[in-house]
Each structure stands twice: as C-alpha cells, then as structure tokens.
C-alpha cells in the first residue's frame, strides 16, 4: 500500500477557534490539490497551545457544529487535528482526533501532561487514561500527542498490539540552542529512530511554529519509515505543509530479515508486572 | 574551570530572537519597536535584532543622555545608530532629573542612578506612545538573575529578547552579528557615574559570574557542588544571595486573595489573550 501524508506544521492563533477552524480548511484544500490521502496537524491545532483559563472557552465534543466543515472535508481526505474535548463527563482533555469518511472515527486523549518546569497542563486538562489504538484505511493506526511519544512503554505496547501507522501531533517548545541542531530536536530523533527503527512503525511527527508567551516551537516535523529512516524533513520554525510517501510494500520483507515484531511477547511484560504486584 | 554548555550555535539564536521579536509585535497587533539606546553593548544587539527583524524604518530608538554620562557613551551610540542606517536622536534628561534632584540634597548616588534609569522609563513609554510602538527591552539573563537592574527602569518593556541569554552569550552573539568592536570590547557598565563599571559593582567578571548563575540556576546545583568545582566560597554564596534578594524584581506585586478568581493568583491568560 502506498499513501501520501501532509504535514501541515502550522502556526495556531491562541484561543481563537474560528481562525484556526478556517487555516485548517485552507491547509485540508491545499492538501486535496495534491492529492494527500491523509493530512496531520500538531498538538493543539485548532486551539493553540498557552491557553490557560481559555480552556474552558474552547474546548468542544469533536462532533460539534464548529467542526463540521472538516468533517465534511474529511469525505475526500483523512485529518488527524489537535483540539481540547469536552467530555460528556465535562472534563476538557488536551486531545486529537482522527476524521475519515465524513466521520469522527476515534479520539485521542493525551496520556502524559506534562506538569513541571514551563509546563502546567494537569492544571488546565484530564489525564487520558487509554492507547490509542484503531483500524483505518492506512492499516492499524495510533495517536500520541506529544510527551506520550516520550513513553516508550506506551508506545511499544503500541506496536505489539498491531499499530503499523503512528501519528504524533506535537507542539515542542524549542530549547538548548547549543548545538549543531537543539537538544529538543535530538531527544525527538532519539524517539522517532526508535519507534521505527525497532518498533517497525512509520511516524508521522508533526510539530507547530511560533511563539505563545516566549515559548518558541521549532517545527521540524518529520516522516519516519522503518527502512528508509526520516524520508520528510520539514524545517524548523517555519509555517510549511510537506508531503511524504508511506510505502508499506517493502515492510514485510524487512520485518522477515529483523523480525522484532514477530518475537514481541507481551506474556513477559505481562507476567512481570503479575510478579511485581504479587511480590 | 569553564562551563562549554554556555555556547551557543549563535546563527540559530540569531534565527529564533528575530522570529519571537517579529512575532511578539506583530500578535500584539504592533509594527513598531521603540528602544532606548544607551551606547552599551545589550542595548547595541537588541536594536540589531530589531531591525533585522522589523526593517530599519520599523525601528524608533533614541540615546537619552544625563550630563554625567560618559563620552563612550555617546561615541558608542553613535557608531551603532550608524551600523543599523538609523538618524541620530537624542533627548538630554539632565533637565528634568535635575528639577527633582535639586531638592533632593544629600541623594546618594544609588538613588540617583534609580532615579535615571526609571525617567529614561518614562521618556521610552511616552515615545512608544507617539510611535504607536512596544517598548523592546534590552535586560540580560545575568543581570536579571542577580538583580542588577533597576525595577520599572530598565527593566520595564513589554518583550525581553535576549532575557535569557547571559551577558558572556550577549558578546558572543554580538560577535556573530558583527556589531562594532568597540562596543563589544568595552567594559559593562550602567553609566549611571562616572567610572562606574558592572563588574566593579557586582564584585567579579561576567565571564566568572554566568558561569556560577549557569551552574547554580540552569543545572540546578547546590552552592556546596558549585564551590566544590573551584569557585570561590564566598562569591557563590554572594551570588545565591543576590538571586533570592532580588526575586521581587522579578515578579509582579503579590495581590490580597478574596474573591474566587484574582488578578495574579487564578485568573490565567497569556499575555497575547484574544490578539
């Protein structure tokens, strides 16, 4: 199988819905010109990210009328956006959903919030308590948002539960500017060389520009493939959509020569934490 | 000893402070920038950065002279108006400091520095104003930490680009930018007196002191772990002192909670709300 992502590293006003709602129809079209099948924007898209008590203005059930005009895009293209939902239960979640066929196919609740140093999202949001993990047309998909991807336990489960396609909406303030690239950048490549290279999964690591109140996001969203490696690149801080490939055709015959996934036992995980709850 | 995790890839902070200059005005619905310029070196990079993120003509920065101001001073503005492509402005404050300072016999000269630094404050606001323009301030990380500015003179702006970049990363990336050697090479000072220097006052060269704030504040080691590293008992201790002394500075007045939601406290929006 093969499939063509968009990208769309874009730049979210903070807190203003209808803007966002209006630049992701104008990045969608753009990606219909060209044919995109499926098109990934960052943490937080249709929100912006320092929203603080904005939360309570902007969070929405992802079948609200405000989507709609996605929704109805979503007919001819896949879209996976960042947005906070409302709960039935009220609880605003820092979540992403996935739209395909006209339809709200799965919501993605963010697992880890990050809470320390220049972060406070358990302040402002629910915890997401479940992986991620769902059938679409680009075979068996998964979302993380963000830190999740920084979990590898999560993401490994992941993997051994089938996911072939993970998507990773991000929104990465920048920091260490000591070096050839940022520290931040490095510790991504860590994640997305991992999760490929040894969990087998393409990724799509989509991650926003701009500033809200000093934190400056890179960017840098990348493709990654499980043989080519990072096969999209996009730049860092600057508002871009990129298209990349997924070939899926090659991936059997690599599995065959480093069948990591085929040895995956989640018995071993499951028996140790038995035996640790147990001891 | 030398602390490397203090450089910098300065093309990519260059990139990155004129993008967060460029974007901080523009979301806050603002073209222009105002910026006081004092013939030292943080001031000489801020208005750089400034006009190659805004364009020359975007960018309205004024020298404000006292009488006591040294002739560096005005040499080294000068020659930074000239590299920027930027018509000398000048506004002299000895008048209206001296109105008050007349009646204040006996001031001392900390007093008097305050009391510059907090009219030169008003004299960027009030041109802001006639600008339609922010107040880009040119405070470093180091004096920040340390407390070596003075509240709502100086220190007050609306943006700090280079506020988290210590006085040693200042030079370096004045360096890369090709700012004037003069005004790279010469000693800090506030020019608040003369012969005033920073490092006369602070007790000890930037290039020592930014290693410790780097040690103490960005690595997160205790004083005993910094000394053990071979800096001075004495001046790291000074050093922690000046950071706790100074953290009023560095936040806004606490307000008295009553109701459920306080100014401060729980009522929590980004600066940029609804821009």
């Keep these: 199988m093969t499939y063509t992502v968009a990208l769309a590293q874009v730049n979210p006003a903070c807190g203003d819905l209808e803007y966002n709602v209006k630049m992701h129809v104008a990045q969608v079209e753009q990606a219909l010109e060209v044919g995109a099948d499926l098109i990934v924007f960052p943490e937080l898209s249709l929100t912006g990210y320092m929203l603080k008590d904005q939360t309570l203005d902007v969070m929405r059930p992802a079948d609200c009328p405000e989507f709609t005009g996605l929704r109805e895009l979503s007919r001819h293209i896949a879209i996976c956006a960042g947005f906070v939902e409302q709960g039935t239960d009220g609880i605003p979640y820092n979540s992403a959903f996935f739209m395909d066929a006209g339809e709200v196919c799965h919501v993605h609740r963010k697992m880890y919030l990050p809470t320390h140093g220049m972060f406070e999202e358990l302040k402002f949001f629910g915890r997401g308590g479940e992986l991620s993990i769902f059938d679409t047309r680009f075979g068996r998909t998964g979302i993380v948002i963000c830190r999740d991807l920084f979990h590898p336990l999560e993401v490994s489960t992941m993997a051994a539960l089938g996911v072939e396609l993970l998507l990773a909406p991000s929104a990465m303030p920048a920091r260490g500017f000591g070096g050839e690239e940022l520290a931040i950048e490095h510790t991504v490549g860590l994640a997305l060389g991992s999760v490929s290279t040894f969990l087998g999964m393409f990724v799509v690591y989509v991650n926003r520009v701009g500033f809200d109140d000093g934190l400056g996001f890179y960017g840098g969203s990348a493709l990654s493939d499980p043989v080519e490696g990072i096969t999209v690149s996009a730049p860092r801080f600057e508002a871009v959509q990129l298209l990349g490939t997924v070939d899926t055709s090659h991936i059997a015959r690599h599995r065959y020569q480093l069948p990591i996934r085929r040895e995956e036992d989640l018995a071993i995980v499951r028996r140790a934490l038995e035996t640790r709850r147990n001891s | ?275």
């Design chain 2, 1 to 275: 000893m030398t602390v490397d995790a203090l450089a910098l890839n300065n093309a990519l902070v260059e990139d990155y402070l004129k993008r967060f200059v460029q974007e901080e005005l523009h979301t806050s619905g603002f073209t222009e920038a105002c910026i006081a310029l004092s013939g030292g070196l943080d001031s000489a990079l801020v208005l750089k950065l400034a006009v190659d993120a805004l364009g020359v003509g975007h960018v309205h920065t004024i020298f404000l002279p006292y009488k006591t101001s040294s002739p560096e001073s005005r040499r080294d503005a000068h020659a930074m108006f000239e590299f920027c492509g930027i018509p000398w402005q000048e506004l002299d404050i000895s008048g209206m400091a001296d109105e008050y300072l007349t009646l204040q016999p006996g001031i001392d000269r900390l007093r008097t520095g305050n009391l510059l630094a907090r009219l030169r404050m008003a004299v960027i606001f009030d041109q802001s104003k006639k600008e339609n323009a922010l107040v880009v301030g040119t405070s470093n990380k180091s004096e920040l930490l340390v407390g070596y500015s003075t509240w709502y003179g100086d220190m007050a702006c609306a943006i700090m680009p280079i506020g988290d970049l210590y006085k040693t990363q200042v030079r370096s990336l004045a360096r890369h930018l090709g700012l004037p050697q003069q005004v790279i090479a010469k000693p800090p000072s506030a020019d608040l007196w003369a012969g005033q220097t920073d490092e006369g006052e602070i007790g000890v060269s930037y290039e020592t002191l930014d290693q410790v704030l780097f040690l103490l504040v960005d690595q997160r080691c205790p004083a005993a772990e910094v000394i053990s590293e071979g800096f001075d008992a004495d001046l790291v201790h000074g050093v922690e002192d000046k950071i706790q002394s100074s953290q009023f500075k560095r936040t806004l007045p606490p307000i008295a909670k009553l109701s459920q939601r306080t100014v401060g406290i729980d009522f929590l929006y980004p600066r940029d709300w609804g821009k």
